[in-house]
DNA sequence: ATATGAGCGACTGTCGACAATCGGCCGTCG
DNA sequence: CGACGGCCGATTGTCGACAGTCGCTCATAT
């Protein structure tokens, strides 16, 4: 209801700008660890002072995308395999189980109707072999539900921590998923906040999560089981 | 001139001051969920000028402390009990499960040396009843073994969660443990670390951070004890 | 040749001023 | 009397300039 449909125009201020712009470049490898930044440099090619910049750099080094030494610049920072499947993919789990239990009565008709297009659009995209838009839908439909669960902390979290899984996957991880698999994945658990059942609903995410981004369990023999 | 007053250490940069005396006013309390911060008043009150102020408030927005509104200032938040059971405490284990296991092999006798004075120190501050105290102890207990880690990411996301955690327990829940009981966990979590065996730390660890925040059980039977 | 330390670039850290934006106030008009 | 719309104060967003710090270079001494 009270669907007026109209969208936000913020024109994002230019630190979001600058942060997004570079995330990007990171997340993307055009920016490789190890390459510097230098404040006045991005200032003069993203046309704006250094004062957006700054904000911006701090931010993804919130983010764990780069260091910053005090006088001596920033340098883009890598992400070990450990570190994903031992930390990140974890929180991630416990943020998403949360999130997604939050927003269970709360998904509206149009909130399902919407994830299902991006569904759609991944076997689209999956088809064509569209690895970009393919990551891209996956991380919307994920945050469609973050979003509605209204938890601002949480929503935060996931965002501060999916951009170094994502330059991982991008950077460095080979393909190592089946893009067909990815849209069916979502499509089932599209298909179980559907039905609505908390508990299956709860492990269908961890499952979710787990395939996804670490089919081969934590390293070496005995895998530990995350609980 | 309320207390909040800038101290000379030229070591670390105003941002970092500024930080730190925010975080350590919101913690306490003496600012207080939905207090307004206005950077010009902060600027003028702790003598500088607002862009060390301005990269200060956004670092502690990512720590989720406060939350910022274009053009319309900032105010500090609340922390629910739901998030700190069942968000932030997960995640401390899973970063501290990850950091404890790199640690290990890595702890020298100095380091368990310095682990041990801490503990001593909570034995006395338990014993004087200073909370505060005892809070800190626990705190840096904690960090030097992350930091022993040398895992600069865990460090800092340990960083970025725990302050929300210290300001739940400091603003809203009630003395929920004995003191002595707390420096005792933390002498049998020393004592698993000196014996080494790897397993059995990772449990310590987990048990430790879940006994002591969250004694009741994420989603025990009756557990909603706070109004 | 090696050690030392002053000087030099290249940056970041900080500052004060200006521009843009928001929400409320108030007069005006229906 | 209530809705509308333009001012106004408060506050943030952005900018350009200056000061401080670090690592490196290079002359100098041993």
Redesign the pocket.
């Known amino acids: 209801m009270s669907g007026l449909g109209l969208r936000r125009v913020p ?1 994002l ?3 979001e ?1 600058v942060a997004e712009i570079l995330r990007e470049a990171i997340t993307s490898g055009r920016l490789k660890p190890g390459d510097r ?5 991005l ?1 003069a090619e993203l ?6 910049i ?2 911006a750099l701090r931010q993804l080094e919130q983010e764990g995308l780069i260091a ?1 030494y ?5 340098e883009v920072l890598g992400v070990s395999q450990d570190e994903v499947e031992q930390v990140l993919v974890p929180i991630r789990i416990t943020l998403e189980r949360f999130a997604f239990g939050k927003a269970l009565g709360k998904l509206t008709d149009d909130d399902l109707d919407a994830l299902q297009r991006l569904v759609d659009d991944m076997l689209v995209a999956a088809a064509d072999g569209e690895a970009e838009r393919l990551a891209d839908l996956d991380i919307r439909f994920h945050e469609l539900v973050i979003t509605r669960s209204e938890q601002r902390h949480c929503l935060q979290m996931w965002k501060t921590i999916q951009p170094r899984v994502r330059a991982y996957f991008r950077r460095d991880a080979p393909a190592h998923a089946d893009p067909g698999d990815v849209a069916r994945q979502h499509q089932e658990l599209l298909d179980v906040l559907r039905a609505g059942d908390r508990e299956t609903v709860l492990d269908a995410v961890e499952q979710h999560i787990h395939i996804h981004l670490a089919p081969d369990g934590p390293d070496g023999p005995g895998g530990h089981d995350v609980g």
Chains 1, 2 share one sequence.
Request: glycine letters at 8%.
């Open positions: 024109s201020s230019r630190r700008h930044l230098v404040e006045l440099d200032a046309g704006t002072s250094r004062a957006p700054r904000e910053s005090p006088y001596r610049g920033s």
